[in-house]
Every structure is written in C-alpha cells, then in structure tokens.
C-alpha cells in the first residue's frame, strides 16, 4: 500500500500482471491493445485486484470500459493514485 | 458462512471447521446460536469467530467479506435467508423485496465481493444455499420461489464466468429440512410426498456444503445439488 506510485512502478506493476495472466513479456508495450494481447474482462478484473492490492486505488468497470491499450491503463492507475 | 447461529448454516459451519476452515460465524440477531456454534467448533479443535451483520445491508455485507487477519474469503457460503409466506395476489411490495433483498441480492453482493481474491488465489469456492421451492412450484411461496430461482440462474453464470481461474460456484437446493425456518410448515403427514418418506437433517444439506467446499469438488461447478431425498426427481 505504501509503495511509491510512480509511472515506471505502475509500468511495472501491469506488466507483471498481464504476464501472470499470460501475456508473452515481449508483446509488452504501451502502445500495445488489449485486444492484441488477448486480454479480455476477466483478465482485467483480475488486473485492477492486482492494482488494488498494490496501491489501494478502486478500478470499477467504468473505468475501465473505454481503456484499449496498455499505456491507457497505466495511465489511468497514475492518475487515480495520484 | 452467512446466517450460522442455527439450522443448516449451523451445521454446516461445525462440518467446515471440521475441515480445517476458521470459519466466520455470521448472524443478525440470535447472539446466543452463534456464539454456542463458536463454542462448539473451539471445543472440537476448530477456528471460529462471531461476525454479527445484516446480509440485507450493504455495508454489512461488505465488512463481513472483506479480508481480516484470518486472510481473504476463499470459501463463502450464501445461506442466509428468510420466508415472507402468502398467495401471490395477497403479497406487499415490502414481502417481495424483503425476500428478494435478503436471499438473492446478498448473495449477488457477497459473491461480488469475494471473487477478485479468489481468482488471485486461484481458489475459490462459493456456496449458494437455493432450494426446491427455486426448481418446482410451491404455492404461498412465489417470492421465495422467485429468490431462490435467481439464486440457481446467478449460480450458474457466474460460474461460467470465474471458472478458468480455478473458482467454483455452485448451489444446494434443499427439500423440507428439519430447521426452526421450517418448523411451522412440517406438520401432519408430509413426508409421505417425499420418496425418502422422511424430513432431512441440517447435517445432510451440510455434508453437501462440505463436499462442494472441498477441493475434491475442483471439477464441480454451475450445478444446483437437490438435497431431497428425491422430493423433486
């Protein structure tokens, strides 16, 4: 909870996580979508409890809905912790 | 466990404690049940703790699943439930959403709770208590009926939904069971409708908990078990 959100930590965190969910390390970029990693609700349900249980930040659906790349996302996580 | 100072979810907080769970002893208002179902599972060797809330109320539902010292909610079972009898026509709008509220929308709510932790476990069991009454039709009960049919329809979906991360969902539909729920419809010669020809037991409707519960049931998920002694094949 106390870990220092910043871009490169969060980077980190959700590269980390997709790779858990399956993702192939090198297919990892910012401007890679989701859909190209093959990421799908599920996975991102479980990416924001990854997310939660790291900086204590609440992705809820909405949040997520419109989010299509990685970039996107670790964006979003930045500026929710911020 | 929700709903475990007596009858079925007494019984089956005893059966899963027996398994080696600690066991959060959920209950609204009978103090007493639950702490003698504490008490019986520390004498027996077991861990358990009272957790007093109002299933029907969100925030209550929401502390009693979050994670504590006894770690994240790996095994949940929605058992909490309540009975608002009457024919169809002469039901309130209140009747309706109590039943509904307390049976099926608690168990939306917990279940919704609880099932990021799972998948991050990569375990997880949830537990649905249903009930023939949500399979077959019985007259004075169609709110209950209703409640506990959403209960099989939300079983099944959410199943499907959480199964590749090693999470399942199922439900148990007991028939008439020898409870205080039930004890003012069990009378004259009932179970003569019931192939067993015999009321079943708490600890009957519990074994089955405990079974879906165990990780021998890993292959089990999205079914409803009928604990009837055949009231419903």
């Keep these: ?13 959700i590269y980390d996580g997709l790779v858990e969910l399956g993702t192939e390390r090198d297919d990892l970029s910012r401007e890679a979508t989701l859909e190209s990693l093959d990421v799908d609700s599920l996975d991102l ?5 990854i997310v939660e249980d790291e900086y204590g930040v609440e992705l809820k659906g909405d949040d997520v809905k419109d989010v299509k790349t990685v970039g996107e996302v670790i964006d979003l996580v930045v500026a929710k912790a911020g | 466990m929700t709903g475990s100072s007596r009858g079925i979810g007494a019984a089956t907080a005893l059966a899963l404690a027996g398994d080696g769970w600690h066991v959060r002893v959920n209950y609204r208002s009978d103090e007493a049940g639950a702490k003698e179902v504490v008490s019986r599972i520390e004498s027996a060797g ?16 929401r502390r009693m ?24 026509p002469s039901l309130t709008d209140e009747d309706w959403a109590t039943v ?48 506990k ?3 099989i329809g939300f079983t099944k979906t959410v199943a499907a939904e959480v199964a590749r991360r090693g ?14 729920f039930t004890e003012d419809v069990l ?11 015999r009321i079943g037991t708490p600890e009957e409707v519990a074994a089955c908990i405990r079974f879906l519960a165990s990780p021998e049931a890993s292959y089990v998920t999205g079914t409803t078990l009928t604990v009837d002694g055949g009231l419903s094949a």
Aim: overall charge negative; aromatic content about 2%; proline content about 4%.
């Design chain 1, 45 to 49: 349900v479980e990416l924001a409890q």
């Design chain 2, 167 to 180: 999470v399942t969902v199922n439900a148990v539909a007991p028939g008439l069971i020898e409870t205080a």
């Design chain 2, 149 to 151: 049919a959403g209960v």
């Design chain 1, 1 to 13: 909870m106390a870990t220092q959100v910043s871009t490169e930590s969060v980077e980190k965190t």
């Design chain 2, 65 to 88: 699943t979050e994670p504590g010292d006894d770690g994240p909610v790996l095994v949940l079972v929605n058992n909490a439930g309540v009975r608002v009898d009457n024919l169809s």
């Design chain 2, 46 to 61: 077991g861990s358990a703790a009272l957790w007093q809330g109002d299933v029907a109320d969100a925030d209550d539902v």
């Design chain 2, 100 to 147: 509904i509220d307390t049976n099926l929308t608690s168990t939306f709510r917990a279940t919704r709770a609880v099932l990021p932790k799972m998948m991050r476990a990569r375990f997880g069991r949830v537990i649905n208590l249903a009930s023939v009454a949500g399979i077959r039709a019985n007259p004075g009960q169609a709110n209950y009926s209703a409640s």
């Design chain 2, 187 to 197: 009378e004259g010669d009932m179970a003569k409708a019931i192939p067993a020809r």
